[in-house]
């Protein structure tokens, strides 16, 4: 290409790339790290796999059979003799280095070897990390009582967003329906079926979307009256509106039964749940319990990553997830601009916390990697966090290179399985991280055609990006499912998997408008870069903004990018009708409320930092205006890291 130079190297690896067949995996002799793998048959050749006043009782009512232990809160006196927060009873452990039991096998790996080879992991050397409890500073007074709440409860027709609750679930402690000013058309009560502690109606749509409870919930755990009504608020109410897919819904199948193990899972848990129903029933005493779990919580995470404990690595990673959340929700109480947010130290943290837990080191072949279901769904959580962060923060290597590889464990079908932590499928996760690296090595050497060589390749496999759930196979095209799942059509011709599906496909649309703005350097204006926005745009159209349908599961990160690049005209009105509605009808806490003004403050500069230029295509990539970087040094500056999860 005019004006790139081809290195040795880069032809070298053309070469290979363009000629090689599937490479054979190196035998191991004795005592001998392995240095790479391949699949026979596999395409990873190329590309590497690689609270009202509060009395005791609580706002509503629920049915229980059975009676729980007591346990006495008052007046800042403590549980259990636990004493409340600024007691030396859990003490502060100073925090070490951890070591990684594996390393890759490449002591120094080049660049291509990075994207095309998912290194097996070994014992031969290990990694030093730096550990720090990042939720300390925020632990004294979590949620204080300055602090107004932003929601207005609407217990007559339920509440229908990120969080689920059935009409008529909500009592006072009288056992009046408590009214507020804020109201939605009312369910049908008629025919209910009473779950345990949920009234619902047949006629509800929530009602197939919330879960069953046990029926002694509790009991076991060793929790107050109080405490177990938060679990089940945290079950039905939060677990319900987190993914449609119930199969891999993280926060309720592999988080919350870590509960009956883990005081660590169960504080933060509490906490959660407090902070929750804390915005709908303002109370001091809730308030106060809602700090003394989180206070509780984070001076257990300090003691747990000061004593690593292999058998209790998937409960600390888990309770990261669930201080990520309360960092997410409660975005007042975020740090300042200037300063790396809570939330995404913690996922870094919870990702290096992987790292040295992954099991592939006692493997020949990460395919046949067996982990369990909460290694799974803490590698999702963790990793959405952390690399849905990248696209809108400076470039840094060291933060992409052989980064998530735990990701693709296991078979190549299973990487292309939609996750409902996440709302897409660990493969195209990781295709994410590799994006992003790719523009952070462009960046550093701008002459590589190998890095355009790559990224090209990419996009080709973008191309039908076939992705499958446990509601479905997925669709052969993008056209077939636009087909399918028409827009404007009533909630009730749409179903959870056509919904799925949809989502997917607006992450697939979003990383090609990624890859051709940041890697490429194409203007906004640019035809390949247009076509991606309509193909993003008609996956959002269809996405729904309340109701049974609507769920942590929608792609945030790309209807923000709709938003953000916008050039024509219904691409931003598309953004706006979503965001619009969302915060009109959520009633709940969410990531969406602060990122709605953020992104119309960005549009009244962004088309000056962005300088589109129509003669940029015929340049050189590494020539072309690095636009997207001085836009992501804008937001910084003036907005802070964005939380897009």
């Known amino acids: 290409m005019p004006g790139n130079s081809l290195s040795a190297l880069d ?19 004795h005592g001998e790290p392995l240095h790479s793998y391949d699949r026979t048959g596999d395409d990873t050749s190329l590309i590497g796999e690689q609270d009202n006043d509060w009395s005791g009782g609580f706002p509503w009512t629920y049915e229980s059979n059975t009676s729980f232990n007591s346990q006495t809160w008052s007046n800042g006196e403590g549980f259990n003799g636990i004493s409340s927060p600024g007691s030396a009873l859990i003490p502060e452990v100073a925090s070490p280095s951890w070591s990684s039991p594996c390393q890759y096998a490449y002591s120094s790996p080049t660049f291509d070897q990075q994207l ?34 932003t929601t207005t409860l609407t217990p007559k027709a339920g509440i229908n967003s990120y969080i689920k609750l059935p009409a008529g679930s909500i009592k006072s402690r009288d056992g009046d329906t408590v009214e507020t000013t804020r109201s939605t058309p009312a369910l049908s009560h008629e025919n209910r079926i009473r779950y345990t502690g949920i ?130 929700v409660l975005h007042e109480r975020r740090r300042p601009k200037s300063q790396t947010p809570r939330w995404l130290e913690g996922a870094l943290l919870g990702s290096d916390l992987l790292d040295n837990s992954d099991p592939a080191c006692r493997y020949n072949n990460p395919s046949n990697v067996q982990v369990n279901a909460a290694w799974v769904s803490n590698a999702t959580l963790i990793a959405r966090a952390a690399i849905f962060a990248q696209p809108l923060t400076g470039l840094d290597e060291s933060k992409t290179a052989n980064k998530f590889l735990w990701l693709l464990h296991g078979d190549k079908h299973e990487e292309r399985r939609i996750h409902g932590a996440s709302g897409l499928s660990p493969k195209l996760l990781h295709m994410w991280n590799q994006a992003t690296h790719l523009c952070a090595r462009l960046e550093k050497d701008p002459t590589s055609i190998s890095h355009q060589f ?14 499958w759930s446990e509601l479905s196979e997925g ?34 649309a979003a990383l090609k408008v990624y890859l051709h703005c940041r890697f490429y350097r194409l203007p906004r204006h640019n035809m390949h870069v247009l076509l991606a926005m309509s193909q993003l745009q008609q996956c ?48 709940c806490r969410s990531s969406v409320i602060p990122l709605w003004p953020a992104l119309r403050r960005i549009w009244s500069w962004i088309d000056k930092v962005a300088g589109d230029s129509a003669g940029d295509a015929a340049r050189p990539v590494g020539d072309r205006n690095a636009w997207w970087e001085r836009m992501v040094k804008e937001v910084e500056d003036t907005e802070g890291t964005l939380c897009l999860i």
């Open 116 to 149: 095309f080879v998912k290194s097996v992991m070994t014992e031969a050397s290990r990694l030093q990390h730096s550990v720090r409890n990042p939720f300390l500073d925020n632990s004294d007074n979590h949620l204080p009582a300055e602090l107004s709440t």
């Open 11 to 29: 032809l070298l690896w053309l070469m290979a790339s363009l000629t090689a067949g599937p490479r054979k995996r190196l035998k191991q002799s």
């Open 540 to 587: 959002v159209e269809r996405m729904p903004t309340t109701g049974t349908l609507f769920t942590a599961q929608i792609p945030l990160l790309p209807i923000f990018m709709l938003g953000l690049l916008s050039v024509e005209p219904g691409h931003r009105q598309t953004a706006t009708r979503w965001f619009e509605n969302v915060l009109e009808t959520s009633n």
């Open 199 to 328: 009234a619902l109606s047949k006629t509800s749509p929530i009602a197939s979307v919330v879960y069953r409870l046990p029926k002694y919930l509790g009991q076991a755990w060793n929790m107050d009256s109080v405490e177990v009504k938060l679990m089940q608020f945290y079950i039905i109410g939060f677990c319900s509106g987190r993914t449609l897919l119930i199969r891999t819904n993280s926060w309720q199948k592999d988080v919350a039964p870590m509960v009956s193990d883990s005081e660590l899972v169960r504080s933060t848990l509490l906490a959660l749940a407090c902070t929750y129903v804390h915005e709908y029933f303002p109370s001091e005493k809730l308030r106060r319990r809602a700090n003394y779990y989180y206070w509780k919580g984070t001076k257990l995470l300090g003691r747990a990553l000061a004593n690593p404990d292999a058998d209790k690595a998937d409960c600390v990673v888990s309770a990261i997830a669930v201080f990520n959340m309360h960092d997410v």
């Open 454 to 467: 790559i990224a090209k390749t990419l996009l080709d496999r973008l191309e039908n990006f076939h992705q």
């Open 475 to 508: 669709h052969a095209s993008l056209s077939a499912l636009l087909e399918a799942c028409p827009v404007g059509s009533a909630s009730t011709d749409n179903s959870a998997a056509r919904i799925t599906d949809i989502g997917a496909q607006a992450w697939v």
